[in-house]
Nanobody, 116 residues
Framework: QVQLVESGGGLVQPGGSLRLSCAAS????????MGWYRQAPGKQREWVAA???????NLADSVRGRFTVSRDNAKNTAYLQMTSLDPEDTAVYYC??????????WGQGTQVTVSS
């Protein structure tokens, strides 16, 4: 079992930045992938970014060039650095992890609101 706790959401003006954190605990050694989805009101959940244990990083086209994903293995924490935020980025952001058996765990979600 893996537990994920997210933090860092909030209200930001267009063009601003936020950093989301996702702290993992439990069976840390089994973690293969850590990443993020988001869900805007009335829309389906959308995959945003992922970082694989070997360091490979993937980003959705909609955020590439603005968002970066990273991981601090010593802290068992993944980060989503978001810059040049747009109102279209407003959503609840969910951290997830896939373990070595392809079991997926989710964080509780954190609200990001981009508005002037």
């Amino acid at each position: 079992q893996v537990q994920l706790v997210e933090s860092g959401g909030g209200l930001v003006q267009p063009g601003g930045s936020l950093r989301l954190s996702c702290a993992a605990s439990g069976s840390i050694s089994s973690i293969a992938v850590m990443g993020w989805y988001r869900q805007a009101p009335g829309k389906q959940r959308e995959w945003v970014a992922a970082i694989i244990s070997g360091g490979t990083r993937n980003l959705a086209d909609s955020v590439r060039g603005r968002f970066t994903v990273s991981r601090d293995n010593a802290k068992n924490t993944a980060y989503l650095q978001m810059t040049s935020l747009d109102p279209e980025d407003t959503a609840v952001y969910y951290c997830y992890t896939d373990d070595s058996r392809a079991r997926r765990y989710w964080g509780q979600g954190t609200q990001v609101t981009v508005s002037s």
